[in-house]
């Protein structure tokens, strides 16, 4: 191992943590991570987890979030924070920016140093390195797939078979769109094969084959069992794909165009400042697409493996596109592949310079857009985390989830039962998300879908606006003359859950009237 | 590297074949329907996943949360609105030093007050309505101004009564459910009045189903017993109590001079509420 590729390794691992690692608590936890994390408090505090073939994806995030919660040594569902949970997606996220230099045999290092720098500095990638969903777990163990089955292919090995096994039981068993890499892979396989010759099915030892399905099928199994407490989760395993695929085209709410992603990568114009755009990634990969086609052989690279990652691009690329159902996130698995080819383009488009002075100005070239991709990175993250500017932004929490938050502990603080204190949700259709991970520490809130007359008023009601109505009347009409509370609002200003999604909260005027004191006086419980 | 070229466009090609025959095969043929309008990125993100089921609240028996009340339209003909108030101009600004010897002293807000919410149809039932008052004979102004509507600080516009404890009462007319009580004594300068105590009764002279919603008295020094509320400093936005609801027909505020002489002043009271039918 020479100098020079310790230090690029460095500062691969280097950039990818920078960016990846601080403040994980910044951005407001999306729907979708405080669902997850609810889920993993379940598994946490009562050791339960049953896949659900309806919603919440597979296991492995949650069964990975173990770990972290070990090394913390956190053991309940309120002793959580951002950090504890979102650790993980940046650890597999770190992983899969290292990743391609596992390939600097096949690719060559130059290229799969770019690659690899590409997704540390990816703003798409940074972002949802963050996020505490199942997309960055998925793309690492895709990718650790396709890396142990090119092993497999280049040498027999039956530890490679029992390693391209192990990453496609663990693709399975974190989220269902899994079939569509499976799907692309093979596509790739068989394009590869039919393009450019190689290994066939034929060349695989029937024994490796079944050891490879074997070690997938029982991890998997493993997961979805509950490591083998719920028998039934592997038949909901596959069972699910009929929710999916009704999903993939009949779900209106996500449903976007076919040009979706790559807007979203190309070009998204902010209302202020700079646009958005990864672009560079997008043409470098195009290069590198078109070389892999057009040439016939490019010194130092496995011909084979490149036509391999181009179709598989491709394949993916198309598919994500056609799904009418798409959510920013979902762009990962084929962007991944866009990189890779990118790390080949950019080493093809130095090559076929003709002279010294353009190489040095492609590179720098090269070199001002990757700054800039590394600004977007460090704005999306840090400064535009929950700006729906942000095109990685999708359907997120506004940061007055944390004055939501804040103005609920400062009421407890005031309050006799503390974080006993009754606390009341109320959103039509269960639109209250993140709301239960920011108020997991109180043991006394209701989660409800309407105001019920069965329930006696909260002394801290937070609601959306269309059941304002019916809450003041339940406020006052339920509770005899000279034992109605006065209510006043909770929040000094209007608050929204998302863009557009305003949230009210109502206090009892004693309250509010202690709050402030203590708010005065400095005083804490 | 023609061949190359050739069968790497025949393998573009069956790329996009392959996976244009998988999306048509999987369509089904959908009703005819408008086309959604484009989401707007606030829309809710229920399609990844759906929130688990909702904690009970444990003190209270758990109604059908997925259920909307019964008839609620019904139940609640009157909607509920927050109550808008009318604020004098204010006649200090800043914060008002430390008053020397007055304990128990609420710090200021730095921020407006907040309003209330309550039925609508709630008004001021004091407007306009007679009062009385322990000192019948104000040394300034008069005590109708007291529920004039006039709750400036100029001069002209508030009443002062005599030292040592002293009260006003307002009758309401007929028995009321009381939801708030604003009080202005004086703030033309910031001031704090003493045994500030608010009641409320079924009858004039205060003797039958007495019920007191306000109480600043620490130490009893007026005996109507110890207080638990603080001490404030007059502001142009009153002093907002929260009467729960009580009914009754008469209202009586009390004060035991105020941080500049031991004299009793008011400019406004305002009673929210509703007649009982």
């Known amino acids: ?525 | 590297m023609l061949n190359r070229i050739f069968r790497y466009s025949v393998g573009l090609g069956l790329a996009f074949g392959l996976v244009g025959i998988l999306f048509v095969v999987s369509c089904k043929k959908a009703p005819q329907q408008a086309p959604p309008a484009t989401p707007k990125k606030s829309d809710a993100p229920k399609a990844e996943t759906a929130a688990p089921a909702a904690k009970p609240a444990p003190a209270a028996p758990k109604a059908d949360a997925n259920a909307p009340a019964a008839s609620a339209e019904e139940k609640h003909p009157d909607g509920w609105e927050l109550i808008p108030l009318t604020l004098p101009k204010p006649m200090f600004v800043g914060t008002p030093q430390s008053f020397q010897g007055v304990t128990n002293l609420e710090k200021p807000l730095g921020k407006p007050r907040a309003t209330f919410y309550a039925p609508k149809g709630t008004v001021n039932l004091a407007a306009g309505k007679a009062v009385k008052s322990s000192d019948e004979e104000p040394i300034i102004g008069e005590i109708e101004m007291i529920t004039d509507g006039d709750k400036e600080a100029a001069d002209g516009s508030y009443v002062e009564l005599g030292p040592l404890l002293q009260h006003i009462t307002i009758d309401l007319g007929s028995p009321c459910e009381i939801y708030a009580i604003i009080l202005w004594h004086y703030h033309k300068q910031a001031r704090v009045y003493f045994d500030t105590i608010v009641q409320v009764a079924d009858d004039p002279d205060f003797i039958n189903n007495v019920r007191t919603v306000f109480n600043n008295d620490d130490d009893n020094s007026s005996g109507l017993g110890t207080g638990s509320e603080m001490n404030y400093v007059e502001t142009s936005e009153g002093k907002l109590i929260d009467a729960k609801g009580v009914r009754a027909r008469y209202v009586r505020c009390y004060s035991r001079g105020n941080s500049s002489n031991d004299l009793n002043n008011y400019i406004e009271v305002e009673v929210f509420g509703k007649a009982v039918q």
């Open chain 1, 1 to 525: 191992m020479t100098k020079k590729w310790c230090i690029s390794i460095l500062i691969v691992a280097g950039l990818g943590a920078a960016l990846r690692l601080p403040k994980l608590d910044l951005r407001p936890m999306h729907g979708d991570e405080a669902v997850h994390a609810y889920k993993f408090g379940q598994l946490l505090e009562q050791n339960y987890y049953r896949y659900d073939s309806h919603e919440f994806h597979g296991p492995t995030l949650n069964y990975f979030t173990l770990i972290s919660a070990w090394f913390a040594g956190v053991k309940t569902y309120a002793g959580l924070t951002e950090f504890h949970l979102r650790i993980i997606p940046v650890f597999f996220g770190v992983l899969v920016v290292l990743m391609p230099l596992l390939l600097a045999g096949a690719l060559g290092k130059r290229a799969v140093v770019i690659a690899a720098g590409l997704t540390a500095i990816s703003p798409a990638f940074v972002f949802y390195s963050r996020y505490y969903i199942q997309e960055m777990l998925l793309v690492c163990f895709t990718f650790g797939a396709i890396l142990s089955g090119y092993r497999y292919i280049q040498r027999k090995n039956l530890v490679w078979a029992l390693l391209t096994g192990l990453f496609l039981g663990l693709m399975h068993a974190t989220k269902e769109t899994c079939i569509i890499a499976y799907g692309s892979m093979l596509a790739a396989f068989a394009l590869t094969r039919l393009t450019a010759g190689g290994c066939s099915v034929k060349d695989v030892k029937l024994s490796h084959l079944a050891a490879a399905l074997g070690a997938a099928v029982a991890v998997s199994a493993l997961f979805y069992s509950s490591f083998l407490t719920n028998p039934a989760g592997v038949v909901d395993s596959l069972r699910t794909y009929s929710t999916y695929f009704n999903r993939a085209g009949h779900n209106a709410l996500h449903n976007h165009p076919w040009y979706y992603y790559l807007k979203l990568l190309l070009y998204n114009k902010a209302v202020t400042g700079a646009p958005w755009t990864e672009a560079l990634i997008v043409i470098l990969a195009a290069v590198g697409f078109v070389a892999a086609g057009i040439r016939n052989r490019i010194a130092g690279f496995d011909q084979r493996l490149v036509i391999f990652l181009a179709f598989y691009t491709l394949v993916m690329t198309l598919c994500y596109s056609l799904i009418p159902y798409k959510t920013p996130w979902c762009l990962l698995g084929f962007f991944h592949g866009m990189i890779l080819l990118a790390g080949i383009g950019a080493v093809v488009i130095m090559r076929i310079a003709p002279k010294m002075l353009v190489r040095v100005i492609i590179g720098i070239f090269l070199f001002v857009v990757g700054i800039d991709l590394l600004l977007q990175a460090f704005l999306a993250n840090y400064v535009s985390y929950a700006d729906h500017n942000n095109p990685y932004v999708y359907a997120h929490p506004t940061r007055d989830v944390f004055l939501i938050a804040q103005q609920v502990e400062e009421a407890a603080d005031a309050h006799r039962e503390h974080y006993r204190m009754p606390i009341q949700v109320i959103c039509p259709n269960g639109d209250y998300w993140p709301l239960p991970w920011y108020l997991r520490r109180f043991n006394n809130v209701g989660y409800w879908n309407d105001v019920s007359d069965n329930i006696a008023p909260s002394p801290v009601v937070i609601a959306a606006p269309q059941v304002e109505q019916r809450i003041i009347a339940r406020l006052y009409e339920g509770a005899a003359p000279g034992q109605k509370n006065l209510y006043v609002p909770l929040f000094d200003r209007t608050i929204y859950l998302r863009p557009e999604i305003e949230l009210r909260g109502y206090v009892t005027k004693d309250l509010l009237d202690q709050m402030q004191r203590l708010s005065a006086s400095g005083d804490k419980r």
